[in-house]
């Protein structure tokens, strides 16, 4: 495999690499979309983002990577194997996988095929894995996703909402998980995507080539660096990349942690409903990625700051009217947006709505006030 640049030596492109960084931390964010230039470092962060991802325990010989430590979301092999034999499947490491999704794909080779004429004639269920099997618990790049058909978007979109690749034929039917890393890039001037698919990536990054000429002389001595000694040059990157593959890793473990109040819930739907964004998937896709931030900077609470951070991703390809149509939104302004919301309700003397007991559902039973 050819030596891959690291991902700590990206220079500028803040937004791209925190929004990578953050669906690391927590997959269930839902998958960032890169919009930009050409020669910005999309494709590059993606590969970079990978290589440094932590070691995932699978389960041994598993052709899905079930995670053995969660056995509700095994694939049928694994069930059957464990009902099988009675007792705990072993357990190995792998490294984090990087599946390069071609715009050329079709449904049977993301979703992966059954056997029918097997199952027919001879009683055995066979399943062809795809490209979603590859990718579980790993991370699936599509370059030029605004290029790939409709239907084969919307089936991958689906997969990682849903953490599971369902596939059903003539009666028999396969399951297995596919909780990945979602990333797609794609250069505007080569059209764009449909909105019913633009709003379902979570996360949203639009990237411009540097204009600092500093910069600009930094990006070509890095590189020609990289590229006179790939491996020297990782060797020095190396303290970096363990440090961010270490904090990345702590993360993991401290997201579903991380509490929120009512106040916070409250200062998401107002921030969303003063903007005007359509739908609610925004509201959620901000309160986790918030939960993420706060999880990376080892914290166990959500603050103002996270909600106007994870608003500055997830924002931008909703908001359809109103005064940030026409300019970026930056943190700075939506912390001010918020901190005005807030002014509002503390003025209009609005009791702040608790859940009693008996309407509390199991996630609100995990919102602690601080």
Not at 38 to 46: D, H, M, N, Q, V
Not at 215 to 229: S, T
């Amino acid at each position: 495999m050819p030596p891959i640049y690291p991902f700590t030596a990206i220079v500028g492109q803040e937004r791209m690499r925190r929004a990578l960084v953050l669906n690391a931390v927590n997959p269930r964010i839902g998958g960032v979309l890169i919009r930009g230039e050409r020669g910005t470092a999309k494709s590059t962060a993606a590969r970079a983002l990978a290589a440094l991802l932590p070691s995932v325990r699978i389960v041994e010989a598993c052709r899905f990577g079930c995670d053995p430590d969660h056995p509700t979301t095994w694939c049928t092999e694994c069930r059957e194997r464990a009902a099988l034999n009675g007792e705990k499947l072993p357990v190995e490491l792998r490294i984090t996988p990087f599946i390069n999704l071609p715009v050329s794909a079709t449904e049977d080779r993301v979703v992966g095929t059954l056997d029918i004429e097997k199952a027919i004639q001879k009683g055995e269920r066979s399943f062809e894995p795809g490209v979603l099997a590859a990718a579980n618990r790993g991370l699936l790049y599509i370059d030029e996703v605004n290029l790939l058909d409709d239907h084969v978007v919307d089936l991958l979109l689906d997969s990682a909402a849903m953490g599971m690749n369902i596939v059903e034929r003539e009666g028999i039917s396969f399951t297995h998980p596919a909780r990945f890393i979602l990333v797609g890039t794609m250069n505007p001037e080569e059209g764009d995507l449909r909105p019913q698919l633009l709003d379902r990536f979570a996360l949203s990054v639009e990237i411009r080539g540097i204009r600092d000429a500093r910069e600009r002389v930094l990006i070509m001595e890095r590189h020609l660096a990289f590229e006179a000694d790939p491996d020297g040059f990782r060797q020095q990157w190396l303290p970096q990349e363990e440090e961010l593959s270490q904090r990345i890793d702590m993360a993991r473990k401290l997201v579903d942690h991380v509490s929120y109040t009512q106040r916070d819930l409250l200062t998401i739907a107002a921030l969303t409903a003063s903007l005007n964004v359509e739908g609610h998937r925004s509201d959620l896709v901000i309160l986790k990625t918030a939960r993420a931030h706060a999880a990376f900077e080892g914290r166990t609470a959500i603050t103002d700051r996270d909600i106007a951070l994870a608003a500055e991703l997830a924002l931008p390809h909703r908001i359809r009217q109103g005064p940030f149509q026409q300019s970026e939104i930056g943190p700075d302004e939506l912390q001010e947006r918020i901190e005005q919301l807030q002014g509002e309700a503390e003025t209009t003397g609005e009791p702040e709505p608790v859940p009693s007991d008996e309407q509390s559902s199991p996630e609100k039973k995990k919102t602690q006030v601080r």
